[in-house]
């Protein structure tokens, strides 16, 4: 696979410190605090409400429009926990999480403990569970909080959105570089932190916040992990007579002790019901096996991407696969336009050339497909819910000119 030497990236990190420390000034919020949702004080209980009932906020009725935020504001916490992985016993993750919430002030989040959020809320009281709950991976050497125009769209909508740090592959740990031994850990990480979100300490704001139903979504090598555990099959044979002949940088993973057995025995992940890859990687590592993606899939890809050009990624993951699939190939998308790296580091060279240089497609505009697709297509699988279905057919044009949509799925081709 090729990847981008990211070093640039997580100095960059060092330079973005948005305002002083945390505080707990902030008073407004873009979402539930306005005059159209909140309603007096006499208004009576609300089982929705998770303040003290002096603050009862009544909502429109579920579900909102896919084309703007959610009516709730969003809570924010981080916790980590251990687990024993194949390859790394007492492996420690640290969490960060999303989560709706009435608050409309407190203490602003913050992410990767330099980005201060105006209308974010940490460790907010949340609204009652169980919910659905969106899973997102991270880029090679970045932060979970990468792509937060998606996790916290997904939160005001109602949803969880849980992120690890993938220990070992984060800009602390990597000054960068890449690290393809993370490949062997990263499915596990998935499947341990569903394991840790269905059993938190009642003292954590999202305990017990997890539904049963789940989409799983990443970028890049988050991409990957999402395919990872979302059924495909690892091809050992394959990846040996790779890394018999051209010595594929990938082969490094099978060096973890017990990843050969691990991709054997399989990473999926029977509680995904949905996946969303975004500009994913690791088409030599499964080739034919990503037929045995069964759960309805949405590739994101970017026709200009750079970093895992569509040749040789997009394109033959997207041929190998066969079920309820769609695509959405991005005219003037690049790698990071997939993620919040044009807003936060436009300006470096390596960013700009692969997303989000003048000639690429606006960020806004680019977050407004891939949440408003997402999030029709996730609510289709999950509750056959139709509402947007046109989005996903192309019968809704309103996408069709910034990008190609191609689709396996037998239910949305015959709509």
């Given at each position: 696979?090729?990847?981008?030497?990211?070093?640039?990236?997580?100095?960059?990190?060092?330079?973005?410190?948005?305002?002083?420390?945390?505080?707990?000034?902030?008073?407004?919020?873009?979402?539930?605090?306005?005059?159209?949702?909140?309603?007096?004080?006499?208004?009576?209980?609300?089982?929705?409400?998770?303040?003290?009932?002096?603050?009862?906020?009544?909502?429109?009725?579920?579900?909102?429009?896919?084309?703007?935020?959610?009516?709730?504001?969003?809570?924010?916490?981080?916790?980590?926990?251990?687990?024993?992985?194949?390859?790394?016993?007492?492996?420690?993750?640290?969490?960060?999480?999303?989560?709706?919430?009435?608050?409309?002030?407190?203490?602003?989040?913050?992410?990767?403990?330099?980005?201060?959020?105006?209308?974010?809320?940490?460790?907010?009281?949340?609204?009652?569970?169980?919910?659905?709950?969106?899973?997102?991976?991270?880029?090679?050497?970045?932060?979970?909080?990468?792509?937060?125009?998606?996790?916290?769209?997904?939160?005001s909508h109602g949803w969880l959105v849980l992120a690890p740090y993938h220990t070992g592959n984060t800009p602390r740990d990597?000054?960068?570089?890449?690290?393809?031994?993370?490949?062997?850990f990263r499915p596990q990480d998935i499947t341990a932190l569903l394991d840790d979100a269905a059993d938190l300490p009642a003292?954590?704001?999202?305990?017990?916040?997890?539904?049963?139903?789940?989409?799983?979504?990443?970028?890049?090598?988050?991409?990957?992990?999402?395919?990872?555990?979302?059924?495909?099959?690892?091809?050992?044979?394959?990846?040996?007579?790779?890394?018999?002949?051209?010595?594929?940088?990938?082969?490094?993973?099978?060096?973890?002790?017990?990843?050969?057995?691990?991709?054997?025995?399989?990473?999926?992940?029977?509680?995904?019901?949905?996946?969303?890859?975004?500009?994913?990687?690791?088409?030599?590592?499964?080739?034919?096996?990503?037929?045995?993606?069964?759960?309805?899939?949405?590739?994101?890809?970017?026709?200009?991407?750079?970093?895992?050009?569509?040749?040789?990624?997009?394109?033959?993951?997207?041929?190998?696969?066969?079920?309820?699939?769609?695509?959405?190939?991005?005219?003037?998308?690049?790698?990071?336009?997939?993620?919040?790296?044009?807003?936060?580091?436009?300006?470096?060279?390596?960013?700009?050339?692969?997303?989000?240089?003048?000639?690429?497609?606006?960020?806004?505009?680019?977050?407004?497909?891939?949440?408003?697709?997402?999030?029709?297509?996730?609510?289709?699988?999950?509750?056959?819910?139709?509402?947007?279905?046109?989005?996903?057919?192309?019968?809704?044009?309103?996408?069709?000119?910034?990008?190609?949509?191609?689709?396996?799925?037998?239910?949305?081709?015959?709509?």
């Open positions: 696979m090729k990847y981008i030497q990211a070093l640039v990236l997580c100095s960059a990190f060092a330079l973005v410190a948005c305002g002083d420390d945390a505080d707990k000034s902030g008073e407004r919020s873009n979402n539930v605090n306005n005059a159209n949702n909140v309603n007096n004080a006499n208004n009576a209980n609300n089982s929705n409400n998770a303040n003290n009932a002096n603050n009862v906020v009544e909502l429109p009725p579920q579900p909102w429009s896919i084309y703007e935020n959610g009516h709730y504001n969003v809570g924010f916490t981080k916790w980590e926990f251990t687990y024993d992985a194949v390859g790394e016993p007492n492996r420690t993750i640290e969490m960060v999480a999303w989560y709706p919430t009435l608050d409309a002030e407190g203490e602003r989040a913050k992410y990767f403990n330099i980005l201060n959020q105006d209308t974010i809320w940490a460790d907010a009281a949340p609204i009652e569970g169980p919910l659905p709950t969106l899973v997102f991976s991270h880029g090679n050497s970045s932060i979970a909080e990468q792509s937060y125009f998606m996790t916290e769209y997904f939160a990597t000054d960068g570089g890449i690290d393809l031994k993370s490949g062997a003292e954590n704001p999202v305990s017990g916040l997890m539904g049963e139903d789940i989409v799983m979504t990443g970028h890049s090598f988050g991409g990957y992990t999402t395919i990872a555990v979302s059924g495909a099959e690892f091809r050992i044979d394959l990846i040996d007579e790779v890394c018999a002949t051209d010595g594929s940088a990938f082969c490094e993973v099978l060096d973890v002790p017990g990843a050969r057995d691990l991709f054997t025995d399989g990473v999926a992940d029977p509680r995904i019901d949905v996946a969303i890859p975004q500009t994913p990687g690791g088409f030599v590592v499964w080739q034919e096996g990503l037929a045995e993606i069964a759960i309805p899939t949405l590739l994101f890809t970017g026709n200009r991407d750079v970093t895992l050009p569509n040749e040789e990624e997009g394109d033959p993951i997207w041929d190998a696969m066969s079920g309820p699939h769609i695509r959405y190939d991005m005219t003037n998308g690049g790698h990071f336009t997939y993620s919040n790296m044009c807003t936060l580091f436009g300006f470096v060279p390596e960013v700009q050339n692969d997303g989000c240089g003048d000639d690429f497609i606006g960020p806004e505009l680019a977050f407004d497909i891939i949440n408003q697709m997402s999030m029709a297509f996730a609510r289709y699988h999950l509750w056959d819910d139709a509402t947007d279905v046109d989005l996903l057919t192309g019968a809704d044009s309103r996408y069709s000119g910034f990008g190609e949509l191609s689709i396996k799925d037998p239910g949305l081709s015959a709509q």
